[in-house]
């Protein structure tokens, strides 16, 4: 069985990626958490360095656009880029 590898990371403040990475962890999924205060293009190479299928990221619209564009440019076009507000549609806040 192959297990999928999520590298989580923020642009900014890492309050919210710290715990959505707890969460998956605790979900047996595998987890590269690299903090916050990272740059788009930080993300997107240590994705492509851990051979990750999926990246979440705490990160503004403008960031979001630019992690996109360099998923092409750095050979990860299937790299699964999720913002992490999408990964807590549905479930309660405590």
Request: charged residues 30%.
């Amino acid at each position: 069985m192959v297990r999928e590898r999520t590298v989580l990371g923020a642009t900014g403040g890492d309050d919210a990626v710290r715990h959505e990475a707890r969460r998956l962890r605790d979900a047996g999924q595998e987890v590269v958490y690299v903090g916050g205060g990272q740059t788009p293009e930080q993300l997107v190479r240590t994705a492509v360095a851990e051979d990750a299928t999926a990246l979440v990221v705490d990160a503004d619209p403008d960031a979001l656009g630019a992690i996109a564009d360099l998923c092409g440019a750095l050979g990860a076009p299937d790299l699964v880029v999720t913002p992490l507000d999408a990964t807590r549609v549905g479930r309660r806040s405590r």
